[in-house]
T-cell receptor
């Protein structure tokens, strides 16, 4: 069975600083991995996804993630945080018809 | 283009009352449909998913049920709500094939059981 673990339920960064949100996965088959973002009282939007091929995946709003099989990780990064990045971020892995989400990381951006 | 509608946006219900949340998808056929619940600090919990009319898979035994009476309609129900049913409920859909299609989410229903 697939699962994901997000390290850190809350992360604070200063505006302009590097954003790093951590996600580790468990999967018995090559995983399909996703990062979603949720703004308050809204549904989730896809930031990026990894299926096969290039291990560095670029998404919307300047975010990117790197699939590292040896570390079973899929961490999300952004070089320079913006106030508008404040939201909750979810890592997810796809199983058969099912998408399994992590518990989320709430990102706070400090002025 | 495809759209997903979920209503109501907010709902306050007394303990023991029934529940019906509705979700409809437009602009696509044979979608996979999902109900998730989001409780504070607990991420998204998959409740039910459906790969076709009348086909419902339950992920977590609980006080809720789901039905799919039409191809693009997914309903979440309860006969008697519990306090623990409070949360943010999200409907979502994805493409029918097994390719890693992304999930498209509705805007959610905030349910408060008092």
């Amino acid at each position: 069975a697939q699962s994901v673990t997000q390290l850190g339920s809350h992360v604070s960064v200063s505006e302009g600083a590097l954003v790093l949100l951590r996600c580790n996965y468990s999967s018995s088959v090559p995983p399909y991995l996703f990062w979603y973002v949720q703004y308050p009282n809204q549904g989730l939007q896809l930031l990026l996804k990894y299926t096969t091929g290039a291990t560095l995946v670029k998404g919307i709003n300047g975010f990117e993630a790197e699939f590292k099989k040896s570390e079973t990780s899929f961490h999300l990064t952004k070089p320079s945080a913006h106030m508008s990045d404040a939201a909750e971020y979810f890592c997810a892995v796809m199983g058969t018809y099912k998408y399994i989400f992590g518990t989320g990381t709430r990102l706070k951006v400090l002025a | 283009s495809q759209t997903i509608h979920q209503w109501p946006a907010t709902l306050v219900q007394p303990v023991g009352s029934p529940l019906s949340l509705e979700c409809t998808v437009e602009g696509t056929s044979n979608p996979n449909l999902y109900w998730y619940r989001q409780a504070a600090g607990r991420g998204l919990q998959l409740l039910f998913y459906s790969v076709g009319i009348g086909q419902i898979s339950s992920e977590v035994p609980q006080n809720l049920s789901a039905s799919r009476p039409q191809d693009r309609q997914f309903i979440l129900s309860s006969k008697k709500l519990l306090l623990s049913d409070s949360g943010f409920y999200l409907c979502a859909w994805s493409g029918q094939d097994r390719a890693p299609e992304k999930l498209f989410f509705g805007s959610g229903t905030q349910l408060s059981v008092l």
